[in-house]
């Protein structure tokens, strides 16, 4: 099987993307911004939702999603990638590279999903991160990562 890549996802309809993270910990926050400045997309076959750090609230959303695709997107810390830089990982890597700010771990709630889902297509889009200080904004190399995915999503 071809490995997909970001572009392919995209394309997917019906496609869900849930934005995770803490609106109140930096640049823990970019999963959440990125699906707040693609919320105007919403329509037909396409709905972005900031689901915040309580992810596991979005078994609605993928019931509307069934046979459609899921595209997650949450802040990692991944030593390997530069700070800003983002990789689709698969769902049994999850638990070691997203820190835990969720209440159950990413794998187990995407097997869920599936499970009450079949035919449900899951990817995780990691944005790496070096700091999610309480109370700061996203630093500026993570506003241009939030300015390029945009700039994806509206091509």
């Known amino acids: 099987m071809a490995t997909l890549t970001l572009t392919d996802i995209l394309k997917a309809r019906p496609l869900l993307v849930l934005g995770m993270g803490n609106p109140l910990r930096g640049d823990d ?3 959440h911004r990125l699906a707040e400045v693609l919320a105007p997309l919403n329509g037909e076959g396409f709905q972005a939702t900031a689901v915040g750090t309580a992810v596991e609230n979005a078994m609605r959303w993928i019931r509307e999603t069934a046979n459609g695709t899921v595209l997650l997107v949450d802040a990692v810390f991944d030593e390997s990638l530069p700070e800003g830089s983002w990789a689709l990982y698969p769902s049994e890597q999850l638990d070691s590279m997203c820190h835990s700010t969720h ?11 599936q499970r009450e889902a079949p035919g449900l297509k899951v990817h995780f889009l990691g944005i790496s991160i070096r700091n999610n200080s309480e109370m700061t904004p996203l630093t ?16």
């Open 140 to 155: 500026p190399a993570l506003q241009q990562t939030l300015v390029s995915l945009k700039s994806l999503f509206y091509e």
């Open 103 to 113: 209440s159950i771990p990413l794998s187990m709630l995407i097997a869920y999903w």
């Open 29 to 31: 926050a970019i999963g």
